[in-house]
């Protein structure tokens, strides 16, 4: 059966960080690419970052380069996003994503290519 969990989210002031985690069950990241997305309210569920099955290529969102990093463990049964430099903007429900059919990234991760969803989890930043 597979699974995906995200975790980690919270409040967080203007420039705080967060590290999130998504625990792969069934499968691992050595199997599929991973992707994060979010989705604020009244805004369509956004690709913001994936990491492919071999590790060697990765997508990162513009609104997002340079803060946002992925990482995996040694086992590949957990995906981390590193959240940087946190902007109000970037306030939204996070969620980690995997396909069967995709051990790599699309060229812009969408919400239609990825059959697999781990429960959200809210992030909010705030002062």
């Known amino acids: 059966d597979v699974q995906l969990q995200a975790s980690g989210g919270g409040l967080v002031q203007p420039g705080g960080s967060l590290r999130l985690s998504c625990a792969l069950s069934?499968?691992?990241?050595?199997?599929?690419?991973i992707s994060w997305f979010r989705q604020a309210p009244g805004k369509e569920r956004e690709g913001i970052s994936c990491?492919?099955?071999?590790?060697?290529?990765?997508y990162t969102a513009d609104s997002v380069k340079g803060r946002f990093t992925m990482s995996t463990n040694g086992a590949k049964n957990t995906v981390w996003l590193q959240m940087n430099n946190l902007r109000p903007e970037d306030t939204a429900i996070y969620y980690c994503?995997?396909?069967?059919?995709?051990?790599?990234?699309?060229?812009?991760?969408?919400?239609?290519?990825?059959?697999?969803w781990g429960r959200g989890t809210q992030v909010t930043v705030s002062s």
């Open positions: 994503a995997a396909d069967p059919k995709l051990p790599f990234c699309p060229v812009v991760p969408r919400q239609r290519d990825f059959s697999s």
């Open positions: 990491i492919s099955s071999d590790e060697l290529s990765t």
């Open positions: 069934g499968f691992t990241l050595a199997d599929r690419a």
